[in-house]
C-alpha cells in the first residue's frame, strides 16, 4: 500500500527557480492538502482540496500554486522560489472534511538559496 | 494569533513512567483533536483522536483527555517505551474546515 507519495524527497533551488512538488494518493481520498513545516510553528497549511477540481487557500498561501485535476494528484508549485520558502513540505490526505484524520506522505525538505 | 497551542517545547521522561503532553486551543468552534506522531524524515503518523462529545478516549497505552470548558486536552503515554521518542503535533479542527496544528513537543524517553 503506497498511501501518499510525495516527490522528490530532497530539492536545491536558486532563488526565483520554478518547480512542481508531487503528490499522489491511491486511497480515493477527496481531500487533500498541503502544509510547510518550520522550527517552533508546527505544520501550517498552505493550500487545500475538497475535490478534483476545487481548491482554496489556506493559512500560507502566498507564493505557491495547486490544481487538482484527477483525485489522485494534487501539485504544489512555486512559481519564483524565495529563501523564505525553505522549508519542509508535506502532503496529507483524508476521506472528507469530517472527523477523519489525514494521511500525510514523507515530505519534501526544500532549501532555496 | 496561534489557535492551538502547545506550550512545551520538550519533555524527557524515564522508561516505564507516564509521560503528559498538553495543548491548549482558543477557538470554542473546534469539534475534534487529532494527535500525530513525527520521528524525523518521516511524515506525521495518526495516534490517537477525540470528539467533542466525549471526554476521553484510550488506545492501550495512549490516553487523549479532552476539557472542553478549559479548552484543553492532554495525551498520556503510559508505560513510555524508548521507542515513544518522537515530535508529537496536537491537531483541532471544525466539521468541514482543515486541520489546524500546534508546534510540537518533543519527547524524550531515557532508558
Known amino acids: 500500500n503506497a498511501g501518499v507519495t510525495q516527490t522528490p524527497k530532497f530539492q536545491v533551488l536558486k532563488t526565483g527557480q520554478s518547480m512542481t512538488l508531487q503528490c499522489a494518493q491511491d486511497m480515493n481520498h477527496e481531500y487533500m492538502s498541503w502544509y510547510r513545516q518550520d522550527p517552533g510553528m508546527g505544520l501550517r497549511l498552505i493550500h487545500y482540496?475538497?475535490?478534483?477540481?476545487?481548491?482554496d487557500q489556506g493559512e500560507v498561501p502566498n507564493g505557491y500554486n495547486v490544481s487538482r485535476s484527477t483525485t489522485e494528484d494534487f501539485p504544489l508549485r512555486l512559481l519564483s522560489a524565495a529563501p523564505s520558502q525553505t522549508s519542509v513540505y508535506f502532503c496529507?490526505?483524508?476521506?472528507?472534511?469530517?472527523?477523519?484524520?489525514?494521511?500525510f506522505g514523507q515530505g519534501t525538505r526544500l532549501t532555496v538559496v | 494569533d496561534q489557535q492551538v497551542k502547545q506550550n512545551s517545547p520538550s519533555l524527557s521522561v524515564q522508561e516505564g513512567r507516564i509521560s503528559i503532553l498538553n495543548c491548549d486551543y482558543t477557538n470554542s468552534m473546534f469539534d475534534y483533536f487529532l494527535w500525530y506522531k513525527k520521528y524525523p524524515a518521516e511524515g506525521p503518523t495518526f495516534l490517537i483522536s477525540?470528539?467533542?462529545?466525549?471526554d476521553k478516549n484510550e488506545d492501550g497505552r495512549f490516553t487523549v483527555f479532552l476539557n472542553k470548558s478549559a479548552k484543553h486536552l492532554s495525551l498520556h503515554i503510559v508505560p513510555s517505551q524508548p521507542g515513544d521518542s518522537a515530535v508529537y503535533f496536537c491537531?483541532?479542527?471544525?466539521?468541514?474546515?482543515?486541520?489546524?496544528f500546534g508546534a510540537g513537543t518533543i519527547l524524550r524517553v531515557k532508558s
Open positions: 477525540i470528539s467533542s462529545i466525549k
Open positions: 491537531a483541532a479542527k471544525e466539521y468541514g474546515n482543515k486541520l489546524v
Open positions: 496529507a490526505s483524508s476521506w472528507d472534511r469530517g472527523n477523519t484524520e489525514a494521511f
Open positions: 482540496s475538497v475535490g478534483a477540481g476545487i481548491t
